[in-house]
């Protein structure tokens, strides 16, 4: 785990969180600064694909082959990976500002003023709390970017895309907390919280075993599934990962 990914996503949960708590700002200014660090690391993460694209130019970058499940719908069957990573999450962001501003709307009309107001001065304060965290660590990683392999800017456009769908469940889940709960700031604390834990979680190293547990292994086999019919779970698991490896290696090569 990077020492310096743990002080970012603690940082920039730490300052919501202390506005939250301590500072007793507002619903509505919470949620706007949740879709503007949403909006700026996104946009950060795209510069550091520019960035790395000219440093490191590979096939990745400009005929991206996605995980499975994951391939880019394009009519030539090719997909450069700013793409891949800026559209969805440029496209997500833009329309939860849109379904963030009609439920601030409905709020105004069910008379909920004092949530859902937006108070600028706390605004400006939280994002430039957070604006110091991501710029931080953007030219932190400028540092090293001709260093980086392909796989490490691809796993940082993933992080992010995780990031933004937990943020954007965190809005639309605090907006309908506000509108219809009673305890609206008991209820939207849990949201930080979860927000937190689901952000620190993508920084603490994942267990990714070579071979799955025997009893896994057992349980599957005994279970079955089409995807392995013709043969046992084990070897389901090495070959998804032959395939996963192959594709890895594949956005490797120089374009």
Do not use: C
Not at 6 to 11: E, R, S
Request: proline share 5%; hydrophobic share 50%; charged share 15%.
């Amino acid at each position: 785990m990077s020492f310096r990914a743990l002080v970012t996503a603690l940082g920039l949960n730490a300052v919501p969180a202390a506005g939250w708590f301590i500072g007793d700002w507002s619903a509505g200014t919470m949620l706007v600064l949740y879709w503007m660090e949403t909006l700026v690391g996104t946009l950060l993460v795209g510069g550091r694909i520019i960035l790395h694209r000219r440093m490191v130019p590979s096939q990745g970058h400009w005929n991206y082959q996605a995980p499975q499940g994951q391939r880019p719908q394009t009519k030539s069957g090719r997909s450069s990976y700013l793409a891949a990573f800026l559209v969805p999450a440029l496209v997500f962001t833009f329309a939860h500002g849109i379904f963030l501003f009609v439920l601030g709307w409905m709020m105004i009309q069910k008379n909920l003023g004092a949530e859902v107001r937006i108070e600028p001065d706390h605004l400006l304060i939280g994002l430039l709390g957070i604006a110091i965290f991501q710029v931080a660590d953007f030219f932190f990683d400028l540092i090293w970017l001709r260093a980086r392999p392909f796989a490490w800017m691809e796993r940082v456009g993933q992080q992010t895309l995780g990031r933004v769908f937990v943020i954007h469940l965190t809005i639309v889940g605090g907006m309908f907390a506000v509108m219809f709960t009673g305890a609206n700031r008991h209820f939207f604390g849990v949201f930080i919280f979860l927000k937190t834990m689901l952000n620190l979680s993508q920084v603490i190293p994942q267990w990714q075993p070579k071979t799955p547990p025997a009893w896994l292994s057992a349980l599957m086999d005994r279970i079955g599934s089409p995807k392995y019919k013709n043969t046992t779970f084990a070897q389901y698991w090495k070959s998804t990962d032959d395939q996963e490896a192959a594709r890895i290696a594949r956005n490797e090569k120089p374009f």
